[in-house]
């Protein structure tokens, strides 16, 4: 097969970045374009020096793209702005958006949780929620797929299958997540300065954040039935790594060795979902630049209860290794290409 054409994007963000350097070991696609908004005009590796000896397009403004000569686009840029330059991309282009543009299918509640209506709502009926190891079938014929968010993907990926199994209650799911201030962008904010995060931990968007109705929304699927959750994001002094505490209500007479076994089942022949045995506690490093999903569970002292522990790296298994995981899907290629090595550890 043809190497793919591809652009990115916001290649001069951090999961443009990220996919940039996951691309550099992949030989099914080939960057042909790569964006910038403020930073358009530069090499790629005068704005990451990181990047620094692979051949590299300069980035260019999205305007500048000739799309025609690519066949396919990771979309890496701000939610909000990403559904005027989707809608406006020829048909042929298939498309991995990760923002949030395209995940919400209730246009209204699109509206409510990011204040302005949908600007391309026609395309939002054809997008494909792209939690990969869940949604592969919709994600393999798909022209446009909503990369899923990070915490959601933290949530989603261990609850689906206990609620599918009827394992937990969906009435009393808690989820107390984290995040490294990578999850909030390259561009510069007062809240993600060094003084404002280091040395401390503070919880964020509480009762609030955008990303309940999305976790909310695929756990509905999952159930068959509307499902509220108490989510509480919190942003911690660490570049990169996400940790979902979730605690849930045990279905009658299960045990988190019950919850363990299905999740087995399920997820027993995926590549990037790792399952602890008992006693073992998932570590944000044990996921750091991987495209894994390590997922553990304990039986709660309180009875009926138990705590479910799930880690990714917001930048890769939460956006941009997933990302580049649905594109192989779209274009028929190993699922796992780019995307097989093992953690950063320590
Ligand atoms: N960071 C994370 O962990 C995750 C991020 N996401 C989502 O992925 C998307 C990208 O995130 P991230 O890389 O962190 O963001 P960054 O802020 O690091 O990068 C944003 C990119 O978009 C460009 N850009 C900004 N505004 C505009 C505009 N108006 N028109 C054109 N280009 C623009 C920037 O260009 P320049 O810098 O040159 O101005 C930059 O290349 C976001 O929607 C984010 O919510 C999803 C999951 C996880
Ligand atoms: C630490 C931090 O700020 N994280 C971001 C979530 C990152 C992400 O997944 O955002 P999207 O839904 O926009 O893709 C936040 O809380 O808004």
Not at 105 to 129: C, M, N
Request: charged share 20%; net charge negative.
């Amino acid at each position: 097969m043809n190497e793919v054409k591809v652009a990115i994007l916001g290649a001069s963000g951090y999961t443009g970045a990220e996919l940039v350097r996951l691309l550099a070991r992949h030989s099914g696609f080939r960057i042909q374009a790569m964006t910038g908004d403020r930073k358009a005009g530069q090499p790629m590796a005068s704005v990451f020096p990181h990047l620094a000896g692979l051949e590299l397009p300069d980035l260019v403004a999205i305007g500048d793209v000739d799309f025609g000569a690519v066949d396919a686009v990771f979309c890496c840029l701000p939610h909000g702005t990403t559904q005027e330059v989707i809608a406006g991309l020829p048909p042929h282009v298939r498309t991995v958006d990760l923002s949030a543009d395209f995940r919400l299918t209730s246009l209204d509640s699109y509206a409510t949780w990011y204040g302005h209506p949908h600007k391309a709502p026609e395309l939002q009926t054809e997008a494909v929620y792209g939690l990969t190891e869940l949604k592969r079938a919709a994600i393999k014929g798909a022209r446009l797929v909503a990369n899923p968010g990070c915490y959601p993907t933290s949530v989603q990926l261990p609850l689906v299958p206990l609620i599918k199994a009827g394992l937990i209650e969906t009435a009393d799911i808690v989820i107390d997540a984290k995040s490294g201030t990578s999850g909030a962008g390259r561009s510069a904010k007062e809240a993600n300065l060094y003084c404002e995060v280091t040395e401390g931990i503070h919880a964020y968007g509480v009762a609030s954040h955008r990303h309940a109705p999305e976790i909310e929304q695929e756990l509905a699927e999952a159930a068959g039935h509307p499902v509220l959750v108490s989510f509480t994001p919190h942003l911690m002094p660490m570049s990169r790594g996400m940790l979902a505490t979730i605690n849930v209500r045990l279905a009658k007479g299960a045990k988190a060795a019950d919850l363990r076994a299905e999740w087995t089942k399920v997820y027993g022949a995926e590549f990037f979902v790792r399952v602890m045995g008992e006693g073992g506690v998932p570590q944000t490093r044990h996921v750091r630049g991987s495209n894994f999903c390590v997922m553990g569970v304990f039986d709660d002292r309180l009875p009926g209860r138990a705590i479910v522990l799930s880690v990714i790296d917001n930048l890769v298994k939460g956006a941009s290794g997933q990302a580049l995981q649905n594109m192989n899907l779209m274009f028929g290629l190993p699922e796992t290409q780019g995307l097989d090595q093992q953690p950063l550890f320590p």
